[in-house]
């Protein structure tokens, strides 16, 4: 009996040993394996057909396209922790690539990258100006409140505005007024109005030079010829613009407005206009 049980110790100590042989053989096995694979790939890295040599760069109009080849070949310049070289078309970071191009400058909505040969293709999308942000308010003396910045279809804010920037101005709150203003977007409110107003107004004869958000609601849209025009937000546009086609077909008060007779005019009482 006491024999026995040694037998069966033994053969489970010579299975034990049996096993740990084989973790031990696969174990170096693979990372044998790995080894070569590792070595091949930093290999294949460096290999001067599969070389990046030149950065083109296309749809760049505003940002300089040597800033967006310059930020680019940063980003595929080095190595994988020293080993696999980034600057080749099997292995350059991709995604890397992109994030660097777009940091550029927030003018850059879109970038996307290709390879063909040794060279490697940036092609960038800028932001197409759509009016010029103006601050929250006007300041006193009518001043507008320094700098102004450019803001897109989607009214994101992208870039300060020169003193020819595109019309029209608009004052008002932002998404999140704690930010930093370039990189913020206009309250969608806002934007709201500006997208249903203008091509109207312009329909209508009456070019928009600015918009302002007042309190409570109510807005304050200038024509290019300087006059006033005041309404509120809280009725929808379409029935603010009836008003307004009916209004300027009566007392001659288009042909007025043009001749820079009118000062104001206000919708913001029912059923009523008031002007001067």
């Known amino acids: 009996m006491h024999r026995r049980s040694r037998g069966k110790r033994g053969f489970f100590l010579r299975r034990i040993e049996r096993n740990r042989n084989e973790v031990i053989f696969w174990g170096v ?12 790939t930093a290999a294949v890295s460096r290999e001067p057909s599969f070389a990046i040599r030149s950065v083109e760069v296309r749809g760049a ?21 020293g080993i696999i070289e980034k600057g080749n078309r099997i292995f350059y970071p991709r995604q890397g690539v992109i994030a660097a191009a777009r940091s550029v400058s927030e003018r850059i909505a879109f970038a996307a ?12 999308s800028e932001r197409a100006p759509r009016g010029r942000w103006c601050g929250r308010a006007v300041q006193a003396g009518g001043a507008d409140e320094p700098p102004c910045y450019l803001f897109d279809a989607s009214g994101y804010l992208f870039a ?18 704690e930010r930093a203003l ?16 203008e091509e109207r107004l312009l329909f209508a004869g009456i070019p928009l030079a600015s918009l302002l958000a007042l309190p409570e609601d109510d807005f304050l849209l200038v024509t290019e010829s300087g006059v006033k025009i005041l309404f509120t937000g809280k009725i929808k ?15 001659n008060l288009k ?3 043009d001749a820079g007779m ?8 029912d059923d009523k206009v008031f002007y001067k």
Request: net charge negative; with cysteine.
């Open 61 to 81: 109009e505003v940002v300089p396209a040597e800033s967006i080849e310059a930020a680019v070949r940063e980003a595929f310049g080095g190595s994988y922790a």
């Open 113 to 124: 990258v290709s390879v063909e040969k040794h060279v490697l293709e940036i092609s960038v």
């Open 29 to 40: 096995t693979f990372v044998a394996a790995c080894g070569a694979l590792l070595v091949a």
């Open 160 to 177: 300060e505005a020169g003193s020819e920037a595109p019309s029209p101005k608009i004052f008002g709150p932002l998404v999140n007024d």
């Open 237 to 251: 546009l379409e029935a603010f613009l009836a008003s307004l086609y009916a209004a300027l077909k009566t007392d």
């Open 262 to 269: 009118i000062e104001y005019i206000d919708f913001r009482f």
């Open 255 to 257: 042909e007025r407005l």
């Open 182 to 197: 370039i990189g913020g977007s206009i309250a969608p409110r806002v934007l709201a109005v500006l997208n249903g107003l």
